[in-house]
């Protein structure tokens, strides 16, 4: 079914806006330049009169001043791109192009081209947001007004979906934090995996805790852990889905190389390769992430 703005752009369909003239005949100074641009070898001789068939829309463009040349229409043959970003599909990408030529351009003589739009897809689902398919047809005319070649081009415009899947989520609980505990999100802030560890007599001890198990000790200090380990267990969690979160995701009770366990999720996408004593890494997500947590990937060497 047509959505009220796609009724809006077929009406922009075969309107064709044109002549629009060729600011300057065919010509050899612009044939040289053209040439140089886009790096490719100056004219043989046997092609002197001649322009290069694939040069044909160069000598339609309006520079950068972007008035047309005089005697053409004025109208603005890009009046369905108006339409477009009136509704917000600012994004523009072009898909492809075709050119097909009927002869070769001779120097001296001056072109002019006609426009429309061809056609306009329904509203599709693209990977950057919903957007429309569009193909102009720009046709190349002499002096006696046949046609000496044509351009399609085909350009998706499109309503940028800027806000990511994790973006789009409800934020999920944050951490609880107190003294004891705020060196370990502040160091993940900050892309590091910090672990407490006491100064009386040098045990490292996760979750942090106000004194040392071992020698109850009061002081400690923190170690930077590589971020290295394995999988020492995990479960993946199908409910309850908390708010924030998708289901199913990887949970891990992750052996640090320093010797400490740490319970951090692991990477959802690989959850079927998962198994008890996999290598594992951390891979920080940006500062402000919603859970300030390392999501653990397999590594390479499993
Ligand atoms: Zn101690």
Not at 122 to 130: M, N
Not at 178 to 202: A, H, M, P, V, Y
Not at 230 to 243: D, G, L, M, Q, R
Not at 266 to 291: C, K, M, N, Q, W
Request: hydrophobic share 35%; proline share 8%.
């Amino acid at each position: 079914m047509d959505d009220a703005l796609l009724v809006e752009l077929k009406s922009h369909i075969g309107v064709c806006i044109g002549p629009v003239h060729a600011w300057d005949r065919v010509n050899h100074p612009m044939i040289r330049q053209w040439r140089e641009a886009i790096d490719i070898e100056q004219q043989p001789p046997q092609e002197q009169n001649e322009a290069p068939a694939t040069m044909l829309p160069v000598w339609l463009m309006a520079g950068l001043g972007g008035q047309p040349a005089p005697g053409s229409d004025l109208r603005d043959h890009r009046a369905i791109m108006k339409v477009l970003e009136r509704e917000g599909f600012c994004g523009i990408l072009g898909t492809n192009c075709e050119q097909e030529y009927e002869r070769r351009l001779i120097l001296g003589e001056r072109i002019s081209s006609t426009y429309e739009v061809e056609s306009v897809s329904d509203r599709k689902q693209t990977r950057f947001g919903p957007g429309y398919f569009i193909t102009f047809l720009q046709s190349f005319h002499d002096e006696t007004k046949a046609l000496v070649g044509s351009m399609r081009l085909r350009i998706l415009r499109y309503r940028p979906d800027t806000l990511t899947k994790m973006e789009r989520r409800p934020p999920p609980p944050q951490p609880a934090m107190n003294q004891d505990t705020s060196f370990f999100w502040e160091g993940l802030k900050q892309g590091k995996l910090l672990i407490q560890r006491c100064t009386g007599c040098g045990q490292l001890r996760h979750p942090p805790g106000p004194a040392c198990t071992q020698c109850q000790s009061l002081e400690w200090d923190t170690l930077e852990a590589q971020g290295q380990g394995e999988i020492y267990s995990f479960v993946i969690v199908h409910k309850p889905i908390f708010e924030g979160f998708e289901a199913p995701h990887p949970i891990g009770l992750i052996a640090l190389d320093e010797g400490i366990r740490l319970v951090a999720p692991l990477l959802a996408a690989e959850r079927e390769r998962l198994t008890i004593g996999s290598r594992v890494h951390a891979v920080f997500e940006t500062p402000d992430s919603y859970h300030r947590m390392p999501i653990f990937h397999l590594s390479a060497e499993n």
